[in-house]
């Protein structure tokens, strides 16, 4: 019974990070969001091809009021010159698949 009171106040929240400078570091979005709170996690989404970043990333926070503290505090602020996009991340789309044998674009004549 203690264990699932302890869990319960655990709740985390997912931020969805973007417009963010391609120079960006996980650990230095790991600095800037513990100004708020202490962060769970950090996922600097790079591209499978270049292994540049995206521009974006997903910064978890294990308490709900420090990321929504984070989330007012961050959201619209100028960091490396680019204005910041943060916002609560939502789920996911589910996308179609391609159907058929055709190949990836790459090979369209």
Request: charged residues 25%; hydrophobic residues 40%.
């Amino acid at each position: 019974m203690w264990l699932a009171v302890f869990f319960q106040n655990q709740i985390t929240m997912k931020l969805y990070v973007g417009n963010l400078s391609f120079e960006t570091t996980e650990n230095d979005l790991q600095d800037l969001f513990e100004q708020h709170g202490k962060v769970g996690e950090v996922a600097l989404m790079m591209d499978r091809m270049t292994g540049k970043s995206r521009g974006f990333a997903f910064v978890t926070m294990n308490d709900n009021a420090e990321a929504g503290a984070a989330m007012t505090a961050l959201n619209g602020k100028e960091v490396a010159g680019r204005t910041l996009t943060v916002n609560e991340a939502r789920a996911r789309e589910e996308r179609p698949r391609p159907s058929g044998n055709r190949p990836y674009a790459g090979f369209r004549r």
